[in-house]
């Protein structure tokens, strides 16, 4: 045989062995399309557990087709075993876990742990991981948008968000219960970065002042406990700086009147009810000296629930309306708030609310450190974790406070060094003192040092005071036809108790005993 005959036939056995070998006609991001020797086109694709999966198909058409369907399932995130099963909630728990193997720092943690306990998991914890990529995102999208527009989430907080959902996918995917890409970046998921920003200003003497009067006004349309209600948050946020949190989770056997201390021990937080430790945890702890106007108020208001029927002692809710047997938080925030802000005029142009209920909170907090009380001991009673906090946002200068400190130090006197409890019942005297004289009918209950020197060989009856709970007047929502219903209106007078302090009994057994009635 001649050498190019030779040549000739070896080129014939490659073009026969190129014949019968497979060859990729179609490359996608789901798979290959790869056109067999016997005709037949085979799917080339792998799953997100790394299985491969080869089927074959004896048309071009019906592999395209077949193809097709496998980027959708891909798309949405089903195409692996156990998809449509498998929850948010799930890849949750595996960051938890991998941060907690990792050994991520113990502030990072709980972090994330905060962000997926607060906002994720109540949202998103029963959602299918194929939901995700199969909606493309977009009702995550529309509640960060929310967050941000409504809510006025800090954007560090919604950076926060994204950055944990992001880092749950990807546990999710690295542990198969999901198939790439990560849905958060595939379909561009976006921080909000037009957030109203609501600067945390205390209120004014004025606004304060209007708040107050709004919160004694009820409209026709309030029920009864519920106009309580409402008026005993606007002065346990004024004058004791709970959260709406910690407003959810007071109850009954955390109010010592005798001793005049709110002691915090348990919020509300969603998804798990009343639970034993604040926002901050158990460094959240915290005994809040009561003012003597929530003192008359906490008094007045029990014996407004008593004759209701209502359960005045023990591990029972304080605040409660005639629908609900506790307010949580967000009926606090929005529902309840909303409208005493209404009623109080914080209402700006566009129909948005110009304070919220925290607020309350900074305004009490900054009243305290206003009028003398020091920093350390100002983070205690904010139960605040850090001090860097309480020193960002409550050590700046408030002028139009300054003629508050001028009447807490008059009150005080020569005594240069009170403890905190001196300071908040005199801001709460001056308060009273400014309120009456503004028209508004506020209970104060006596001095702590009245309490203090009753003897064990007597009781001594101490003043009676009046707080008006009942409506001073009725809305002009009220239909022209209506019977006058102020006129009828009686006010709840306040007497302090009989007390009797046995120097005998030690102040674990008497610290939350209730005095009786004069």
Known sequence: MTTLNRLRKCSTQRKELRARRAKTIRKTEAGNIIKLPDGRYRIDCVDSKG??????????????????RIAVRKSAGEFFADGAKATFSQACDLLIKRNQREGLAQTSRERVESVIRAHLRPVFGAHKLSEFAAQRMKFVQEWMDELAQHHHLAPMTLKHIHSAMKLAFDEAIRAGLMGAPNPVTEFGLRIPQHVKRIEREALTLEEISALVGASLRRVKAEHELTYCARFMLVLVGLLAGLRNGECSGLQWDCIDLEGRMIYIRRAWRKGEGIIPETKTGKSGYRDIPMSPILVAAFDAYRERLQSFGYQVEGKVPVFVTEKAPIIR??????????????????????????????????????????VGILPDRLQKLAGHRRYE??????????????????????????????????????????????????????GCASPRSMVLQISHDGPLALPGNMIDLQPTAVSTEAEPSAPAIGSAIKSVEVTAARCRINPERTSSESTMRRSGRC
Do not use: M
């Open 329 to 370: 938080p967000l009926a606090i925030s929005q529902g309840h708030w909303a409208t005493i802000a209404a009623k109080a005029g914080f209402v700006d142009k566009d129909g948005g609310l110009d304070h919220t209920f925290y607020t309350l909170r900074h305004t009490c907090l900054t009243l305290w450190r206003t």
């Open 389 to 442: 906090t309480t020193v960002k946002y409550y050590l700046h200068e408030t002028p139009h406070l300054q003629v508050i400190r001028r009447e807490v130090e008059a009150h005080l006197g020569s005594d240069r060094n009170p403890p905190p409890e001196a300071y908040v019942e005199a801001l709460g005297f001056v308060l009273a003192r400014r309120w009456r004289n503004e028209g508004f009918d506020i």
């Open 51 to 68: 299985k491969r999966h080869r089927p074959a198909f004896p048309t071009k058409d019906e592999a395209i087709a077949a193809l097709g």
